[in-house]
């Protein structure tokens, strides 16, 4: 017995057999093949295998898990079950919902769940027209075989996105987009909206509700809150606010302790020598200042400020000595031990640490202005320690400022005065702009 085996188009076929398949593959070779059909003889077959294409669908396969029977149901009850097929736009996922007449109950199969992940094989449907002697082998693919399993109507909906359009309001959309089914999410996108949501935080009617009911009870004593004054931490050397004169604005008792003045005589040391000494490793600002030291006759005010430009030499250098910048011109210079614990103690989190912290950094620029004060009298010329900072003018303004200094014009020289009392630069907020 030899039969015949050919590949038949689908166009030959009609609309029966038809495959949403995206690939086309190869017509086959001619073999053929001895298929027994009774026991007593056999029959000559022509095999056609039929190609997909990917503007027809391919048969689906459905087998029910709970021993549903939809043949002999059908005859008892005279109807056939209703058989229905929803597809997404892309064609890629499938759902099958068969229904038995007069029941409530129904069953449901997917393409995107259940046993069908486990699937990693391609099936093919054969089918035997005895009367033409024709076998025709159809290709399934495995995400058409499905497991149809038993739901009760009405608690579980089919999800179609050939789509439904229905009119809701903003609220509505945004409602339902919270319950909305995560069955066609990827990973990373239920990861997105489970941080959109934490982001976006709802207010909780029976929360704010509790949060009341507690507040109302708590007793507050007015006279308390009236009495409390707010004092704003600033990130400036100690200060007195409500000084009538400048040198108490910033008392420099506070700055220089009493046990520190015998560390702080180098230049006072200098100003003994003869006018010619060397006066290289010092900074600009203390360079143009020693010829006013050394015409001042009172000796305890020299004393007093030639200590004052000596801790405003060692806090420059400790600067310069812990950045990046002006390393090497600090590299050689000599720190008392007690001041070098000072500094450290002051700017640094940390002994061992290499950098200054930010807001350090502009608590040691506080000192050096409030030392530069002291030393003229409260209306200083701020170009020089610019340069001794390696700031420019403009950025230091903003640290005078924030001393409550404030700014004037002389002989073409601009100048930062301290008035009394001290008025700090008020913090400005921002206005939230309203939304149309």
């Known amino acids: 017995m030899a039969d015949k085996h050919q590949n ?7 609309d029966d057999f038809k495959t949403p398949q995206p690939l086309e593959k190869k017509k086959k070779k001619k ?4 298929t027994p059909i009774e026991s007593t003889g056999s029959i000559d077959i022509t095999v056609k295998q039929i190609s997909e294409k990917p503007d027809r669908i391919s048969p689906i396969v459905a087998y029910f898990a709970s021993g549903y029977d939809p043949s002999s149901s059908s005859s008892q009850s005279g109807e056939a079950p209703k058989v229905t097929v929803y597809k997404t736009a892309s064609q890629k996922r ?9 029941s409530n ?3 449901v199969g997917s393409s995107h769940g259940g046993q069908v992940a486990r699937q990693t094989c391609v099936y093919t449907l054969g089918v035997l027209d005895k009367e033409t002697q024709t076998l025709r082998i159809l290709p399934i693919a495995h995400s058409k075989v499905l497991r149809l399993e038993t739901r009760v109507k009405g608690n579980e909906t089919v999800d179609s996105e050939a789509g439904e359009s229905a009119v809701t309001t903003e609220g509505d959309e945004e409602e339902s987009a919270d319950h909305r089914p995560r069955t066609f999410w990827t990973k990373r996108a239920i990861l997105d909206d489970k941080k959109r949501k934490a982001r976006v935080l709802k207010d909780d009617p029976d929360a704010q509700k509790a949060l009341e009911d507690k507040l109302d009870k708590v007793d507050v004593n007015i006279s308390a809150l009236e009495a409390t004054n707010a004092d704003v931490a600033r990130n400036i050397p100690p200060h007195n606010a409500s000084a009538t004169i400048p040198k108490d604005a910033y008392p420099i008792e506070q700055i220089i302790e009493k046990g520190e003045w015998s560390q702080l005589q180098d230049v006072y040391r200098l100003l003994q020598q003869e006018a010619g000494a060397s006066t290289e490793g010092y900074p600009t600002f203390v360079r143009n ?5 050394r015409d001042n006759k009172d000796e305890t005010e020299k004393e007093t400020v030639a200590g004052i430009l000596t801790l405003l030499t060692h806090l420059i250098k400790f600067k310069d000595v812990n950045s990046m910048v002006g390393v090497d011109s600090a590299r050689k210079h000599h720190f008392p031990t007690l001041i070098r614990d000072k500094c450290n103690r002051l700017f640094k989190d940390f002994d061992t640490s290499r950098r200054i912290p930010d807001d350090k950094v502009n608590l040691l620029i506080s000192y050096v202005l409030v030392l530069t004060l002291h030393v003229d009298k409260f209306k200083t010329d701020f170009e020089d320690i610019a340069k001794d900072l390696r700031m420019s003018s403009m950025d230091l303004r903003k640290h005078f400022e924030n001393l409550g200094c404030k700014f004037s014009v002389e002989n073409k020289i601009r100048l930062a005065t301290l008035p009394v009392p001290l008025q700090f630069p008020q913090i400005m907020r921002r206005r939230k702009k309203r939304q149309r």
Not at 31 to 34: D, G, H, S, W
Request: proline residues 11%; negative net charge.
């Open 31 to 34: 073999k053929t093949k001895r």
């Open 8 to 14: 038949d188009p689908m166009d030959e076929e009609g």
């Open 94 to 102: 499938t759902e099958v919902v068969v229904s038995p007449p007069g």
């Open 105 to 107: 109950v129904e069953f």
């Open 289 to 293: 200042r020693l010829f006013r030291l």
